[in-house]
């Protein structure tokens, strides 16, 4: 199965997202730079309300309705007509039925610049979907939400700010939504009511917000003992295991930190065993993050295709010279890898020799698949099998 099919069905859908997300918010801003549509509760509303020659005449009853609105709500001198715009284009871009095809509002694509600068105010959880209900992917390590025990896999049923006067319940709440409401001023706090498989009924967490600094590339090295190819004796080696956790705006420099400590690391000892990159709980980000983190791998030629939905293909090609090619190269993946991680795993499993390790979900329904499938015991978090047996792959140590 060619790469290309992999990324179309699961990694590449929240690329075009993006595509949609910037068409649609610039579309909403070109008409109030214009004055076609003034939002604003307080004065009157100009709407240029011209159905085109190419849409459907049915689009009368959505003026219909907003007049009804203004003129028979009962209280109607509060409605916002930016918020009644906005809920509309949710509405439509939600009728798709594609959690992961949304529209941002400026506050919200504000909150999400700020998600891939890697600084905000929040409690710190990765955030997204279990079976079409809001779920904790991973929460970020040292945050509130570590603290008070929240764990990977929770549901999150419903959310309540007093301060902020909220108290919504998640379904049908799109990730954005989510965010911005978990997200607030430091020291404000935040209650959650989670679902957990091994907790009877549902509970409630309160977290204080903090500033929330997620580091996107972190390395660690694993001493360990290893058996060189072609002997039997056991050698003192280490093991590097690189965990990205996203692919946002400072990635590149704390991927080129990492590479370096490794290219080090490789001068120095006798024996180097390989690498551990840990994709798991990263739920992607910038598209060209993954592909040059794919080109320090990968010697020559594209590391993924897009394609759009006439059919027509773009390719990214490497984009530097390939620092950690000729590696031996485990990847550690799970239900939580999803976007520029599965593009990331799927070209390097391709066309960089790497082995998958993960868990025996799959990703995103149909996303990346691995050769090798460990469970982790959800009742141990302490006992990490998954890494465990990645490393196991690069000791030559069968330990079964």
Known sequence: MKLTFKLSLAGLRRFFLVLLIVFVSGSVGYLIGNKNFRPNSKESVRIDRTVPADKPLEFSLFWQVWDDLNRLYVDRINLNSTNLIYGAIQGMVGAAGDPYTIFLTPQQNKESKEDLSGSFGGVGIELGYKDRTLAVIAPVSGSPAEKAGVQPGDLILKITDP????????????????????????????????????????????????????????????????????????????????????????????????????????????????????????????????????????????????????????????????????????????????????????????????????SQKSIDKVGILPEVEIKNDDNDQTNDKQLLKAIELLTNINSS
């Open 163 to 358: 301060e902020k006067k909220i108290e919504r319940e998640t379904e049908s709440l799109s990730l954005p939504e989510a965010v911005s409401l978990i997200r607030g001023q430091k020291g404000s706090d935040v209650t959650l009511m989670l679902a957990r498989k091994t907790i009877e009924k549902p509970f409630e967490v309160t977290l204080k917000r903090d500033t929330i600094v997620v580091k996107t590339v972190e390395l660690k090295l694993q001493a360990n003992k290893c058996l060189q190819d072609g002997s039997s004796d056991l050698i003192d080696c280490t093991i590097p295991v690189i965990k990205v956790s996203r692919f946002g705006e400072k990635t590149d420099l704390e991927w080129d930190k990492a590479v370096a400590e490794i290219q080090r690391l490789k001068k120095e000892v006798k024996y180097f065993p390989g690498i551990v990159l840990d994709l798991r709980n990263d739920p992607g980000g910038f598209l060209d993050q993954a592909v040059n983190l794919a080109s320090d791998f990968i010697t020559s030629g594209p590391v993924v295709w897009q394609q759009n939905n006439n059919g027509e293909k773009t390719s990214y090609a490497v984009s530097r010279t390939a620092r950690l090619a000729g590696m031996k190269l485990v990847i550690v993946i799970n239900e939580g890898s999803a976007s520029a991680a599965e593009i990331l795993a799927g070209a390097l499993d391709e066309k960089a020799d790497a082995t998958l390790v993960a």
